[in-house]
């Protein structure tokens, strides 16, 4: 079994930053490409960044410029920096994990999601 555990969340002003952490730990072979997926209240769930284990990143237009994606290989974390903050950016942001549980088995993960809310 592998756990994604989150954090870094909270309330933050417009204009404001924060930081969010995803640890992956587990029965865990390697881990492939990683991302952040948010959901705000009465929306559908949608991508907002993803970084391959190579480094190869990906992020929606909409946060473009202003959130970074990175991960550490060695600590099967990654992070997702997000600056200049908008009130349209509140939400549950969840992290996700593809999986090498075995050398021959893929397997996707979701953390338990954090909340980020933008306002004065």
């Known amino acids: 079994q592998v756990q994604l555990v989150e954090s870094g969340g909270g309330l933050v002003q417009p204009g404001g930053s924060l930081r969010l952490s995803c640890a992956a730990s587990?029965?865990?072979?390697?881990?492939?490409?990683m991302g952040w997926y948010r959901q705000a209240p009465g929306k559908q769930r949608e991508l907002v960044a993803s970084?391959?284990?190579?480094?190869?990143?990906n992020y929606t237009d909409s946060v473009k410029g202003r959130f970074t994606i990175s991960r550490d290989n060695a600590k099967n974390t990654v992070y997702l920096q997000m600056n200049s903050l908008k009130p349209e950016g509140t939400a549950v942001y969840y992290c996700?994990?593809?999986?090498?549980?075995?050398?021959?088995?893929?397997?996707?993960?979701w953390g338990q999601g954090t909340q980020v809310t933008v306002s004065s």
């Open positions: 996700n994990a593809n999986v090498w549980v075995t050398r021959w088995e893929l397997k996707d993960y």
């Open positions: 587990g029965s865990i072979f390697s881990v492939n490409a």
């Open positions: 970084i391959t284990s190579g480094g190869s990143t």
